[in-house]
């Protein structure tokens, strides 16, 4: 557990001023951006005050719990801050009294969400198994993004899936394309649904309740200032914009597909068909789209060269959907909250037992569990139904769980929490906190590598040197041959086939290389390999040091330990991180 960190002012006080003013040779786009920033703030503000509003016109139930409210609201303000804020900041975003973001980032960092970086707190992986949790009980992710993947590899275009999250859309899968002008949206990110081309296929289903609410939401936001995923309006959205939205839904409705031309921003373009559940109703589950740029489709391209294949697509979906059966039921989860009564009794009142709990909850839906009872959600937490029963009553204020009748459901928005920036993370991005951790308890450098493509050499893509004269000089980028590194030996040892030699038998058979003084006289070096969700092998953590300081021998007894247990955190945030996207180790 992270030492609590200390405060940056004396609590209520003002922050320093900046000493310097920007300089003057300030570029018009450094501006613009800076701008921008400042409208998201004013943005943040006025979504901050609307959410008040909001809350109080509907009440806060009395059986809310207030802690489990806070720490929803530091994880949404970390969210909409790209997933790191310092503590300082963290206050000022969500106006609880500092120590009341202290207890609440310290009960994040022991259930592994954040981590502290000086004064600053970062959002972690492990954050992403709530929204794991919504979309295994959603189960669309699973079935329908390799067909999308399919797409875009023949399409040699961006294909997105969504859902509805109210009056917007949420994005629950992406198969990018690698280009330098980059067309794609972060899995979670929510968009108004007036601007995007699924949002008037959503909206063919809207009830009068639902247009009202989406006239509400522009009236109270009509640049769409909340909305962080999307550019803001210039100017505010006008009555000729909702008859333009309401003609786009009804088109949308006769045609069976909708059009975004340029309505994000400037040259992007997209073409969306739904994809509807199986049985009589054919509700809309999700939402295909085929998005571009002007500069390779413009709109009338879409609709004439790719949506008959995008059609073709989305049937494959729709059959996906029809012949796969329901999941097999395994043993249910329970006592999912045992923990946090031992985390209490260690760290006292720096640890919120209230919000551990709550948020726990979260984590019993999942695959075959997507609707639960009082009693399921009770039981497969271990708390009290009075406990279980308060937390469903806080998700469903904060519309992060929907009642329907007995149950209880996940609703898109458990998406909201940390896991658009966490959606774009990498291996390496993954490994540096637990390199860091690492270096700080052996007092070696540490580093984390890649097979290249050709296989002959390994590739170093994070590493943390340790402060000492004499030390290993290696730097992220650096490329050696893969055979007389210990690193390059455990991942050649999981090449496929038998034609491994001698060496590299023993290192898959043993699960370490250790490499004394081949690659340089003096250089000695263990490694452990990383293993992605299948088992395989893509990348490979070490330590590296000079022989004099530890011998063969104690490089297994006492460094071979600390490589593993790093290498299974490592792996353990990878697994959740890439459950349901995905992860590069470059």
């Keep these: 557990m992270p030492a609590k960190p200390m405060p940056e002012t004396p609590e209520g006080s003002a922050p320093p001023a900046d000493e310097k003013g920007p300089p003057v040779e300030e570029t018009t786009a450094l501006a613009a951006r800076r701008g921008v920033q400042a409208a998201r703030t004013a943005g943040s503000t006025a979504r901050t005050t609307t959410a008040a509003a909001a809350s109080a016109a509907r009440g806060v139930p009395a059986e809310a ?66 929204g794991n949790a919504y979309m295994s009980a959603l189960r669309l992710p699973a079935l329908l993004s390799p067909h999308a993947d399919a797409l875009a590899d023949e399409l040699d275009e961006s294909v997105s899936l969504a859902v509805a999250d109210r ?123 085929v998005v571009s740029h002007t500069s390779r489709h413009t709109a009338h391209d879409l609709r004439t060269t790719l949506l008959p294949r995008l059609r073709s697509a989305v049937q494959d979906m729709e059959h996906e959907l029809r012949r796969t059966p329901p999941p097999e039921l395994g043993p249910p989860p329970s006592d999912l909250a045992l923990w946090t009564g031992a985390s209490k009794q260690q760290l006292g009142r720096e640890f919120i037992e209230s919000l551990a709990r709550g948020l726990t909850v979260l984590t019993a839906f999942g695959e075959g569990r997507p609707e639960l009872t009082l009693t399921e959600v009770a039981r497969a937490t271990g708390l009290a139904r009075a406990t279980a029963r308060r937390a469903l009553i806080t998700y469903e204020h904060l519309d992060l769980v929907a009642p329907a009748g007995r149950t209880f459901t996940l609703t898109p928005r458990v998406l909201s929490l940390g896991f658009p920036p966490l959606s774009r993370t990498s291996l390496p991005a993954i490994a540096q906190p637990h390199l860091a951790d690492l270096t700080s308890r052996i007092h070696e450098s540490t580093s984390l590598a890649v097979l290249s493509d ?79 969700r299948s088992g395989r092998v893509v990348a490979a953590l070490n330590t590296a040091m000079h022989a004099s300081r530890h011998t063969p021998g104690e490089c297994v007894t006492d460094l071979l330990p600390e490589l593993t247990a790093t290498a299974t955190r490592i792996q353990t945030d990878l697994h959740t991180a890439a459950r349901f996207t995905h992860v590069p180790v470059t």
């Design 65 to 130: 719990v207030t802690p489990l409210i806070r720490g929803i609201t530091v994880l949404r303000e970390l969210t909409e801050a790209d997933g790191t804020l310092s503590l300082s900041g963290l206050e000022r975003a969500t106006g609880l009294a500092r120590s009341t973001v202290d207890r609440i980032t310290a009960t994040l960092a022991r259930m592994g969400y954040v981590r502290f970086d000086g004064r600053d707190v970062h959002l972690s992986p492990r954050l992403m198994e709530l």
């Design 167 to 289: 009056d917007g859309i949420r994005f629950i899968h992406q198969a990018t394309r690698r280009r330098a002008m980059s067309l794609s949206f972060r899995i979670g990110d929510l968009l108004p649904a007036e601007r995007t081309a699924p949002g008037p296929l959503f909206a063919t289903e809207w009830t009068a309740t639902d247009w009202q609410r989406w006239r509400d939401r522009r009236a109270a936001d009509p640049r769409d200032l909340s909305f962080t995923a999307v550019p803001p309006r210039t100017h505010g959205a006008g009555a000729r914009d909702a008859e333009t939205f309401a003609s786009r839904t009804a088109e949308a409705s006769a045609n069976g597909w909708s059009l975004d031309d340029q309505l994000i921003e400037p040259g992007l373009v997209a073409i969306a068909v739904p994809v509807r559940t199986p049985g009589p109703d054919r509700r809309i589950a999700s939402v295909a789209s």
């Design 454 to 532: 050709s296989g002959e050499e390994i590739q170093y893509t994070a590493r943390v040197a340790t402060a000492r004269v004499m030390s290993v000089n290696i730097t992220v980028g650096t490329r050696l041959p893969a055979y007389a590194t210990a690193l390059g030996r455990v991942l050649l040892a999981d090449a496929p086939g038998d034609t491994l030699d001698e060496v590299l038998t023993s290192v898959r058979a043993q699960g370490y290389a250790l490499v004394d003084e081949e690659l340089e006289e003096g250089l000695r070096s263990i490694a452990v390999p990383i293993r992605d």
